[in-house]
């Protein structure tokens, strides 16, 4: 499988990935099971990303987790990873107060975790903040379009970008790029209008839910594996089906212990 051609993975490698035309491959993790085989398998950058309040704390929305409990996820995946890129998401309440703010959470998670770089929402109006991380030496990811943190101010999981809306989209891109970040999300936007953006900027593109114009790609690997087993978002495709997998796996492993034959043997002492 073709990917990101380094041992160890690097901002630039983004930026040459762009340059050659070259896609990029995005999961996220939130522990280090995982990351160690999606970094095996050659994923080029593992997002320990904050829906983790949803797939993995069984909460409603990502509002809720803190930046505790995004820094004990990520330091298992940072563990893991040796050559995937591993970027941590700044959760809600963490950055939005001011820039000092912003960047001391980012210190945080950059110096409790190891990871390489932090992703935070918005756009024009994050674009100051956005400047200060970057200016005190950590990369950063930025996220526009349907941007999960603000779900309620945008009305629930609404597509952006359409119509009259599309020149902000724009705005938010460039805004996103000439604050200094390496890589902007582009979430739940039309194709089309995913795909301009991609051709405006000069840094990476990830899309979510925003067609396949854009230079990478990322999905929660609960959805994209199967192993959440309730409603999934149109963008997703499922790749396999672990929940079903362990499910019947769980069943068995019950029934061996009803019928007496496991323990065998092979398995004792």
Do not use: C
Request: glycine share 10%.
């Amino acid at each position: 499988m073709s990917g990101i051609d380094a041992k160890k993975i690097r901002t630039r490698h983004f930026r040459e990935a762009k340059a050659n035309g070259q896609k990029v491959s995005v999961l996220t993790s939130y522990d280090a099971l995982s990351a160690r085989i999606f970094d095996e398998a050659g994923v080029d950058m593992l997002l320990v990303g904050d829906s983790a309040a949803n797939v993995v704390l069984g909460r409603d929305t990502t509002l809720s987790i803190t930046l505790d409990e995004m820094i004990v996820l990520a330091k298992a995946v940072t563990i893991a990873a040796k050559r995937a890129f591993v970027v941590v998401d700044l959760p809600f309440g963490t950055y939005e107060v001011s820039p000092n703010q912003a960047v001391e959470s980012a210190i945080r998670i950059m110096r409790e975790t190891g990871a390489a770089a932090v992703k935070v929402e918005g756009g024009v109006e994050i674009a100051q903040t956005i400047r200060r991380i970057v200016d005190a030496g950590i990369p950063v990811v930025g996220h526009i379009g349907y941007t999960p943190q603000s779900e309620h101010s945008l009305g629930g999981h609404v597509v952006q970008g359409r119509g009259a809306s599309s020149g902000k989209l724009i705005a938010d891109a460039r805004a996103v790029e000439q604050a200094g970040a390496f890589a902007v999300v582009l979430e739940m936007v039309p194709a089309e209008a995913a795909r301009e953006v991609t051709q405006d900027l000069s840094i990476t593109t990830i899309g979510i839910g925003a067609g396949n114009g854009t230079d990478g790609q990322v999905l929660v690997w609960q959805d994209a594996f199967g192993l959440n087993r309730g409603k999934k978002p149109r963008f997703v495709r499922e790749y396999a089906t672990l929940g079903d997998s362990l499910h019947d796996a769980a069943q068995a492993y019950i029934a061996d212990i009803h019928a007496g034959t496991f323990p065998g043997e092979a398995e004792s002492f």
